[in-house]
């Protein structure tokens, strides 16, 4: 049974959900405040953590950057009402996998959980044993290891399984939507926003150190992966 943590400080939302992951089957601990967010990390150890970014003492930003520094595994879901952009991609770049904004339904918050959990417990996105090895890139799905020109790339989960499911089909375009299901186990797409902030941060891990450009971006549609010498970089159009 997954053990859910859920940082909420208001208090009808926090029973609300709680209530609903219950019924749902899961474990829930909660938190009304990132101070004591941390501590429950510690010992409750979640498999998912459900975390509001406005929040008295800490915000959900530096909870959410202090638990990647040591857990870059544990699912991770920003619930808030801040609903700009900024505040999404700074959220994403947080260490959040995905972004939902308050009001929401149950139903799909529900469908979020259980989504990010599969992913987690399967540990990859595709049944990829072999080695791939293209440019200076090379990925060991069975091992979760990559190396860029010789050296260890850090990357979180999801950007792991995002780069296995762009390179097992490389050549190819993998739109929005079958990244959606292949890395986030959704059957609707999540924002474009929340895929393309994980793209820039895995382009920024494989590409920055490399002599090769990998994911080039096909407009309106989504992202093909092959290797490109630095430079020569084709952005194509739909």
Same mark, same amino acid.
């Given at each position: 049974m997954a053990n859910i943590l859920v940082v909420e400080d208001d208090p009808i939302i926090r029973q609300t959900v709680e209530y609903a992951l219950r019924r749902a089957g899961f474990e829930v601990s909660s938190s009304e405040n990132g101070t004591q967010a941390l501590d429950l990390l510690h010992t409750s150890k979640p498999d998912l953590i459900l975390l509001d970014l406005m929040l008295p003492g800490r915000d959900g930003y530096s909870i959410a950057q202090e638990v990647r520094q040591t857990d870059k595994d544990v699912a991770m879901i920003m619930v808030t009402a801040l609903d700009q952009e900024r505040d999404k991609i700074r959220g994403l770049d947080a260490g959040a996998d995905d972004y939902m904004t308050k009001p929401f339904s149950m139903e799909e918050l529900l469908a979020r959980v259980r989504a990010n959990l599969r992913r987690v417990r399967q540990r990859e996105v595709l049944r990829v044993d072999d080695t791939i090895e293209v440019g200076d890139l090379v990925i060991e799905p069975s091992q979760e290891r990559v190396t860029v020109a010789g050296a260890s790339a850090k990357l979180r989960l999801k950007e792991f399984q995002l780069l296995v499911a762009l390179a097992s089909n490389a050549g190819s375009l993998m739109t929005r939507q079958a990244l959606a299901e292949q890395v986030w186990g959704y059957e609707f797409?999540? @924002?474009?926003? &929340? !895929?393309?902030?994980?793209?820039?941060?895995?382009?920024? #891990? !494989?590409? =920055?150190?490399? #002599?090769?450009?990998?994911?080039? &971006?096909?407009? *309106?549609? *989504?992202?093909?992966?092959? #290797? &490109?010498? =630095? *430079? =020569? @970089?084709?952005?194509?159009?739909?």
């Open positions: 797409l999540p @924002t474009s926003r &929340t !895929i393309d902030v994980h793209i820039r941060r895995l382009r920024q #891990a !494989i590409e =920055e150190p490399s #002599a090769f450009d990998y994911i080039h &971006t096909v407009h *309106g549609m *989504g992202y093909r992966f092959e #290797a &490109t010498p =630095e *430079g =020569e @970089t084709e952005v194509l159009s739909s």
